[in-house]
C-alpha cells in the first residue's frame, strides 16, 4: 500500500491507497522541523494515524511538507518516517513541491502556497527551478494565515481596531493584551498561535471594511515583497494552494489582477491532484 501527503505548519493531509486501488482519507496535525523534532512526530503520528491502519502493509510513503527545504530539515521528517513506516520506502519532499505538482502537473509555470505560512516558486515541469525565500513567520510569510492574525494582533495590541470589532474579538477568546504577548513570545508554535485568527477575520462581519484591508494589506505585501520579485512574473497565471488563499479568493484574484498577472487554479488543499500527479503522471517522468 502507498500512502501520500501533503503536509502544513498546522495540518497533514494523508491518502492512503490499498491494494484494491482505493482512496482511504484521513489528517493528523502538520510537522515543520523548523518547530519540531523526530521524536515529537513520532509521538503524534502514534497517536494521530487510524488505529486500524496496519503500518507493516505500507511499501511506499511520500512525504510532502512545510519546512522540507534542507538536508538536516529533511533528516527530520525522514527519521521519524523511518521510525513509524518501518517497511516502507520513505520520500520526503518540499511542499512547495507537491503545491507545484497539484496545481501543474507536468506543465511548467508558477505555484504559490498561502496557508499558516507562505512559499512561490516557478515550476518546470519535474522540479522547483527556482525559489525566493518566504523568511518564515517572524521576519516573512506576507499573505500568509500567520501574517493576518499578526496584524489583526498587533491593532488588538495597540488599541488600532474599530470598539465593535474590539468587543467581538474579546468575546470570542477572552484574551487579554499580556495573555497575547505570551502566546507570542514565550509559548511553542507561535506560528500556529498567530495563524488561528486568520479565522476571526475570515468570519467576522461587524465591520466587513475593517477584516477586507487587513486582507488586501497582507496580500499587496505578499506581491511586492515576493511575487514581483519572480523575473517576467506576469507571463505566468496564478496558481496557488492554501486555506488562506481559498477562503479570500475573491481579495487574492483581485490583487494578482492588479498586479497583472492572470489567475489559474486557487484551491484549498493539493492532496486529491497529488495523488492523481502520484497515479497518473509519475509513472512518465520516472520512465
Not at 493576518?148 to 468587543?167: A, Q, S
Not at 513570545?185 to 477575520?201: G, H
Not at 477584516?211 to 505585501?221: A, Y
Amino acid at each position: 500500500m502507498i500512502i501520500i501527503a501533503d503536509g502544513g505548519s498546522t495540518k497533514t493531509n494523508w491518502c492512503l491507497l490499498n491494494k484494491s486501488g482505493q482512496k482511504i482519507y484521513f489528517n493528523t496535525e502538520g510537522y515543520n522541523p523548523y518547530f519540531v523534532s523526530a521524536e515529537y512526530i513520532i509521538d503524534s503520528l502514534r497517536k494521530g494515524l487510524p488505529s486500524d491502519l496496519d503500518l507493516s502493509d505500507i511499501h511506499e510513503v511520500n512525504y510532502y511538507g512545510a519546512g522540507c527545504s534542507t538536508e538536516d530539515k529533511v533528516e527530520i521528517v525522514e527519521e521519524a518516517m523511518s521510525t513509524v513506516f518501518n517497511k516502507a520506502s520513505i520520500y520526503v519532499g518540499h511542499d512547495l513541491l507537491a503545491a507545484a505538482r497539484a496545481l501543474l502537473g507536468l506543465d511548467s509555470g508558477f505555484a504559490a502556497i498561502l496557508g499558516t505560512g507562505t512559499n512561490t516558486g516557478l515550476y518546470n515541469g519535474k522540479d522547483i527551478s527556482l525559489n525566493i525565500d518566504s523568511a518564515a513567520y517572524i521576519l516573512g510569510d506576507e499573505g500568509s494565515g500567520c501574517d493576518i492574525g499578526k496584524k489583526l494582533l498587533t491593532d488588538y495590541l495597540r488599541g488600532y481596531m474599530p470598539e465593535v470589532v474590539r468587543e467581538r474579538f474579546w468575546e470570542t477568546y477572552k484574551l487579554t493584551p499580556d495573555e497575547v504577548t505570551d502566546n507570542v513570545y514565550t509559548k511553542p508554535l507561535a506560528n500556529r498561535f498567530c495563524a488561528s485568527f486568520a479565522k476571526f477575520v475570515y468570519d467576522n462581519n461587524v465591520h466587513a471594511e475593517y477584516s477586507r484591508n487587513i486582507v488586501k494589506t497582507s496580500f499587496v505585501d505578499f506581491f511586492e515583497n515576493l511575487v514581483t520579485h519572480y523575473p517576467n512574473y506576469k507571463d505566468y497565471t496564478f496558481n496557488c494552494i492554501g486555506s488562506v488563499g481559498y477562503n479570500f479568493r475573491n481579495v487574492l484574484e483581485e490583487t494578482a489582477t492588479e498586479y497583472g498577472m492572470k489567475v489559474g487554479k486557487i484551491i484549498r488543499s493539493p492532496i486529491d491532484d497529488l495523488v492523481r500527479y502520484h497515479v497518473e503522471l509519475a509513472p512518465r517522468v520516472q520512465s
